[in-house]
């Protein structure tokens, strides 16, 4: 499936207390890296062995392709991609280019504004006490 008008908001610069041990950044090269741990002031990741500045890691656009390679697939009848293990929904709005999470059969908004791959596996983290394995290597 794809979204027409798919365009990734650029969003304020990203700050450590957002992060958390797993998730997904890109570094400045363009590589895919892992945080190991989080500081105020710096950040380890699995490719670098020494700390890095939180500028030199860049949040990671959430996309279709994304969901897909984390276990999301696309329901046409509720146009979203959805979720089994957590029947939740994630449906691109297209007035402020970002994810809303929901769950169909309550008709609940669970979050709204997400735009990068971190910001989901946090989510799903708090959700269900699990990671959300994405294999974007």
Known sequence: KTLNNYSPKQSKAMES???????LLKYDDGTI?????VSSRD???KRFPQPLNISVLHPIPLTPEILE???WYWNAECNSYEHADIRMNMQFREVNQSWTMYNHVLKAVIAKRIYHVHQLQNLYYALTGEELEINLT
């Open 43 to 45: 950040i380890v990741v």
């Open 69 to 71: 390679k984390a276990g």
């Open 33 to 37: 890296v892992e945080v190991l741990t």
């Open 17 to 23: 207390k957002e992060l958390r041990i797993g998730n």
